[in-house]
């Protein structure tokens, strides 16, 4: 009986998420954004990082310029 419990259990939570995966409507989310607002959000988010490494680099060399080494 208890080889039999997990099978059945694992059955039925897969088939309750199925159903709600099914229920799920998320077109007003996905449809309010295009894929120049995705594509300039990624650019944002990697000119942030580019400046922060950059800027990171700089103090660096600056540091080593200083130390002499």
Excluded: Q
């Amino acid at each position: 009986m208890k080889n039999l419990k997990a099978p059945v259990v694992i059955t039925l939570l897969l088939a309750l998420v199925s159903s709600a995966h099914a229920a799920i409507d998320l077109t007003a989310i996905t449809g309010a954004f295009t894929a120049t607002d995705v594509i300039t959000a990624v650019m944002a988010v990697a000119g942030v990082l580019a400046t922060i490494y950059a800027t990171m680099t700089a103090a660096r060399m600056a540091l080593r310029w200083i130390r002499g080494g």
